[in-house]
């Protein structure tokens, strides 16, 4: 399944931010800035986990919320994607899974994943190893599209999700097949609610949640106990 993963944001490398902001209809900039604003204070060194093209990683510095990142993914293609974005600034890569993550442990201030975690086939082991690399007290923020509970997102991945993603990801990525993976793995993953306690289990206390979109989208931001 990881294989099968990485193999297709492989392949869909090249065009992932623009069929991002095609299918967000600009929505998912944004998204990512005002989850950035859920941290506290101003992490130096932060891990942006599933870092893809470093959209999530670009957009911290921008705000201020690190002064360094830390950027990780499995999927090489995607690093290269984005690496010219990247160019110049105190963002590094690293090649790496994220249920077995290369650092040593408490390295980072935060932490962060973007749209990455609903992929890594093991909600709490993830958690857990984003504990282990995070320093005591440090925040982990998670931006995820969760299994729909609510009338409003189930019609929105009913419809839009079931429909236009596979359509517009064919047309315009000419892979309808991942587009279509994006809404299966969204309602075959955690909803707000069982993520919230998945995150307490593992460790995190001070968990606090954020919706876009009606509940399309949430960002959740926890603390690392002590
Ligand atoms: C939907 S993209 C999100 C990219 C970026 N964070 C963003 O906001 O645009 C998901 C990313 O998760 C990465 N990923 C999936 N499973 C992973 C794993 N087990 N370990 C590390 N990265 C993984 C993929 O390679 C991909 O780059």
């Known amino acids: 399944m990881a294989e099968a993963v990485k193999h297709m944001f492989g392949r869909i490398a090249p065009k992932y931010d623009m069929l991002n902001r095609v299918l967000s209809a600009r929505r998912d900039v944004a998204w990512r800035r005002t989850a950035l604003g859920m941290l506290t204070g101003s992490p130096s060194d932060v891990l942006d986990l599933a870092c893809g093209t470093f959209d999530l990683a670009l957009e911290a510095l921008a705000c201020g919320k690190a002064r360094r990142i830390h950027g990780c993914d499995f999927c090489q293609p995607m690093l290269i994607a984005g690496a010219s974005k990247r160019s110049g600034r105190p963002v590094t890569a690293a090649v790496g899974d994220a249920l077995r993550l290369p650092y040593a442990d408490a390295s980072f201030d935060a932490a962060m994943v973007a749209y990455g ?29 969760f299994r729909p509970e609510r009338w409003w997102p189930r019609v929105f991945y009913a419809t839009f999700g079931r429909f236009v993603f596979p359509a ?24 707000i609610a069982e993520a919230e306690r998945t995150m307490a289990a593992a460790g995190f206390d001070d968990i ?12 959740l931001v926890g603390r690392s106990r002590r």
């Open 168 to 191: 517009v990801g064919g047309l315009l990525a000419g892979d309808s097949s991942a587009y279509r993976y994006l809404n299966d793995s969204i309602r075959g993953f955690l909803s």
């Open 208 to 219: 606090r949640r954020t919706g876009f979109f009606g509940g399309v989208s949430h960002a």
């Open 117 to 145: 975690w609903r992929n890594f086939g093991d909600p709490a082991r993830s958690l857990a190893e984003l504990r282990r690399v995070l320093r005591p007290g440090g925040e982990v923020l998670i931006l995820e599209f």
